[in-house]
């Protein structure tokens, strides 16, 4: 168990060092996040985040190549290759698109060439834990293999449209898979505890703490489609992995379900995304539209629309996640009785905050709900604006370019606070002392609006 946590930390602190970097890129190839119609940020924010991610695991690989420890994992580094080849592929597909706003069919083929690699390298579905049977033939589970990791691709993609909203998900669910994959590689072999999935989940958790921070609301970085395709193929291989090693003939007779643990716990962790893709999936197809039409009807739009604020809407989804990845989990140790009235009161509670009282309060920060610094209301009209106080003596000789003194803003904590700082702020005298609009259309427009004019609605799929 130290062995993995102490990967994890250097995952973590790796990514978290690196996300810098990677921000940096992403203002110098122009990769920044446009602000359109859909969208919940108000201010043009770099991504590329998965490339901080993707440096953070392979950081990891290596180390853990160096552990006695997983020696015997390393013996057979097939498995190993084509993981790593996958989340190159995918990253790099991903930087692509984060610059150039590739099509949705180039990105598709992408994904199914990476899931393929991934597969022939040996990560590959062989059997499902019902009963040992292994039904179909090689190329059945192939091509099975290769649509399970483009569903989870994707699934996450389209649940990346808050600050950090992927990320968390993924962290907690995958905490929870660790567990699972621990465990279950303890008793399968007390003599060694050296598994791929564990290892594997162990540094997906590590690149996703480690990028939270630069992430969550206000994000000063998104990840993107490199980091949002990048984490749910590695969250693929990990349950695909973990699939068919379990044995019904050993399990412990307190499980109702052992057999079909290894399915149910990778579902329950990628619940919401599935949900959220699967219901956006309907709701365009139904309505004659494209599957990869974009709109504003995901899970996170429906939080921010019931009254929630932007992080209290996050945080909400992360109880959901921890409620049911906490459920799937707790069956290794627990009845399924236990587990279902856990479950049930998880559920309760979560339903207490998605639909109670907190709905429509205020943020202790002065956010509104639905909104918050950086955030849009996403739906309805705007409220009418509130009452203003009248203006100090000499104020109507400033707003006309008359020179005044001015309190001085406090010092912005990061690069990005300034940012939304230039793009907010009130009328500033110009250089002849006439008054400036600030905004993307005024002169005194900030950088980074400049650098998006040109940008347009392009992608197909991602919310951001």
């Not at 006695?68 to 013996?75: C, E, M, Q, R, S």
């Not at 905490?175 to 007390?190: E, H, I, K």
């Not at 429906?302 to 409620?323: D, E, N, P, Q």
Request: aromatic share 6%; with cysteine; proline share 9%.
């Amino acid at each position: 168990m130290r062995a993995y946590l102490l990967l994890l930390l250097i995952a973590a602190a790796a990514t978290y060092v690196l996300t810098p970097l990677a921000r940096w890129c992403a203002l110098r190839w122009g990769a920044i996040t446009a602000v359109r119609s859909r969208d919940v940020h108000s201010i043009p924010t770099p991504r590329l985040g998965g490339l901080a991610m993707w440096a953070g695991i392979m950081v990891g690989l290596v180390m853990a190549s160096q552990l006695p420890f997983l020696a015997d994992v390393f013996d057979r580094p097939e498995p190993i290759i084509g993981i790593a080849a996958a989340a190159t592929i995918v990253c790099a597909l991903g930087v692509a698109d984060d610059i150039w706003d590739l099509d949705w069919m180039t990105k598709l083929v992408g994904q199914v060439l990476a899931a393929f690699v991934m597969a022939s390298m040996g990560v590959q579905l062989y059997q499902l834990p019902i009963d040992g049977v292994v039904v179909g033939s090689d190329r059945i589970w192939l091509g099975l293999t290769v649509l399970v990791v483009v569903v989870a691709m994707n699934a996450v993609n389209f649940v990346d449209g808050l600050d950090g909203l992927a990320a968390g998900l993924i962290a907690i669910g995958g905490a929870g898979f660790f567990l699972y994959s621990y465990v279950l590689t303890r008793d399968a072999s007390p003599g060694d505890y050296s598994n791929l999935a564990t290892l594997v989940v162990a540094l997906l958790v590590g690149a996703c703490v480690g990028f939270l921070p630069h992430n969550f609301n206000p994000a000063r970085i998104f990840m993107g489609d490199s980091g949002s395709m990048l984490i749910g193929l590695v969250i693929a291989a990990a349950g695909i992995q973990v699939t068919g090693q379990i044995d019904p003939a050993v399990a412990s007779t307190r499980q109702s379900f052992p057999a079909f643990l290894p399915i149910l716990l990778p579902l329950a962790v990628l619940l919401l995304p599935l949900l959220d893709m699967g219901l956006a999936v309907i709701r365009r197809v139904g309505s004659g539209k494209s599957p990869f039409h974009p709109d504003r009807m995901h899970l996170h739009h429906r939080m921010l629309a019931l009254g929630h604020s932007h992080r209290r809407a996050v945080i909400i989804l992360y109880v959901w996640t921890f409620v049911f990845t906490g459920a799937a989990t707790a069956l290794v140790w627990f009845s399924t009785t236990a587990v279902l009235v856990g479950l049930a009161v998880g559920v309760l509670a979560a339903l207490a905050l998605t639909l109670g009282p907190l709905r429509g309060r205020s943020t202790a920060g002065g956010g509104t709900p639905g909104g918050g610094p950086g955030v849009r209301p996403p739906t309805g009209p705007e409220p009418a604006p509130a009452p203003q106080p009248a203006p100090p003596p000499g104020a109507e000789h400033r707003a006309a370019g008359a020179p005044g003194p001015a309190p001085a803003p406090a010092p912005a904590r990061h690069a990005a606070d300034a940012h939304r700082r230039a793009w907010h702020a009130a009328p500033a005298a110009g250089p002849a002392g006439h008054a400036v609009a600030a905004g993307p259309a005024g002169p005194a427009a900030h950088p980074l609006t400049r650098l998006t004019d040109a940008l347009h609605d392009a992608d197909p799929r991602t919310d951001r």
